[in-house]
């Protein structure tokens, strides 16, 4: 935005403010001033529609003329703001803007149909949540403040619940998350981009360092003394209940699985022609034949299953041995040795359709397939109990006989999803963590 017409918005809003303009609204200018990305300008009068009261829903249509829309809030001191922008036919942005229309924090990701903002507001007063199509198509909008709640040190501030899944706050980050296990109630751990570790107790998420700027892809361990995390550059951390070190030089490409039955046998492989196994001792490099591994599952030293790009291998104790010749493979998991899932990526296929393959313990045979964009994570409790996540917020449960779609709050890509007791948690983009129970 050139200089001049910067200067010609700050005047103007100099002017209106010297004249009182009316409920404190600017002119209209530019969509962006400041240094901050994401930084919206003033609005003007015609944008705020209305005010919003927590619990109280607000629905508007908006046709993208005029650019934005906008509710006023009033806040006391110290509140958790938790506000939601909802669109069943648009993407959906939105900004949290102070008494003078400073941006205080925004959700402007693209091709994402809701936008959720948070911010604990240490002063009372007026503030506006402002919205748009981010593509300036016309949309239906249906905005949510959430009713304050007190923030208790012991349990985490649930800032939404839907069909038993609820957002959990305060986020420790903002950093993508990849994956997400636990060993138990109070030990669970999340890794994502620039060597993102974050642990909860049960009670609430806090950051980790890692020692690594590198991406970490997958978490898995056999209990609370003994955790991997891989990632980046043949990266391989271990966690033994006090600190996480790194065992270096064990490959140069990137590692993206790491599964095992126990403390001495446990499997790392990645966008690699070979596995790693640990038995305890040692680190011994086996033929693969596959590259760029999605997931894998073992259920003893004879019996693990991998799922690849080139589809499904199974290790019998003595090599891996190509299973399918089904390709395109991005998820894996399943329940129990006789009782797993296999979903293929659709990324490829015009129907949308991710293919979804079932082991029984004897072979594969094809299930019902799932009808959005893709398959990133699978865990199952029971053989009547699992669950799926996927791109913008898609998850789906299997209840023994038929998927169905269960809407979690969310449009952001979720990439892992794991159970421990009688919780579910989903991890994503933007430090996105869920829980379900």
Not at 104 to 133: N, P, Q
Request: glycine content about 14%; proline content about 3%.
């Amino acid at each position: 935005m050139g200089g001049t017409r910067a200067s010609l918005l700050l005047s103007a809003v100099l002017v209106f403010a010297a004249c009182g303009v009316a409920e404190g609204v600017a002119v209209e200018g530019d969509d962006s001033v400041g240094q901050v990305e994401g930084e919206l300008r003033a609005l003007t009068a015609a944008e705020v529609v209305g005010d919003l009261v927590a619990g109280v829903p607000q629905t508007t249509t908006h046709s993208g003329t005029p650019r934005y829309r906008a509710y006023r809030l009033t806040v006391t001191a110290g509140q958790r703001v938790d506000l939601w922008v909802r669109s069943a036919n648009g993407d959906a942005q939105a900004w949290l803007l102070g008494s003078n229309f400073q941006t205080l924090v925004s959700d402007t990701a693209a091709a994402v149909t809701d936008a959720h903002l948070t911010r604990t507001l240490g002063t009372a007063g007026m503030y506006y949540v402002a919205f748009r199509e981010a593509h300036g198509h016309a949309a239906t909008f249906t905005v949510t403040l959430a009713a304050p709640q007190p923030v208790d040190a012991g349990t985490p501030a649930v800032a939404s619940t839907l069909n038993g899944w609820e957002w959990q706050n305060p986020l420790p980050q903002g950093n993508a998350l990849r994956d997400v296990w636990s060993s138990g109630a109070g030990d669970l751990w999340a890794v994502g981009e620039h060597g993102t570790l974050v642990h909860s107790t049960g009670s609430d998420w806090a950051p980790v360092a890692s020692g690594t700027s590198n991406e970490l892809f997958r978490v898995w361990g056999t209990g609370p003394l003994d955790v991997w995390a891989v990632g980046e550059a043949g990266l391989v951390l271990h966690y033994d209940g006090v600190s996480w070190t790194s065992t270096p030089g064990l490959a140069n490409a990137t590692l993206s699985c790491v599964f095992g039955s126990g403390p001495n046998d446990v499997w790392v492989a990645g966008q690699q022609t070979e596995a790693l196994h640990w038995d305890g001792a040692h680190w011994v490099s086996v033929t693969l034949g596959d590259w760029l591994c999605y997931g894998g599952w073992s259920a003893g030293p004879h019996d693990a299953w991998l799922n690849s790009a080139e589809g499904l291998r199974h290790w019998d104790g003595f090599g891996w041995a190509r299973e399918t010749p089904a390709k395109n493979m991005s998820a894996f998991g399943g329940v129990a040795a006789n009782d797993l899932w296999s979903f293929e990526d659709n990324i490829l296929e015009p129907s949308g359709i991710s293919k979804a393959h079932h082991w029984d313990g004897t072979r594969w045979s094809d299930g019902p397939s799932l009808t959005f964009v893709s398959v990133r994570g699978v865990w199952g409790k029971r053989s009547n109990d699992v669950w799926t996540v996927g791109d913008h917020g898609e998850a789906m449960h299997w209840d023994g006989q038929a998927w169905s779609w269960v809407d979690v709050g969310t449009g952001r890509d979720l990439t892992a999803v794991f159970g421990v007791g009688s919780s579910v948690w989903a991890v994503g983009a933007s430090g996105t963590i869920l829980r379900h129970r």
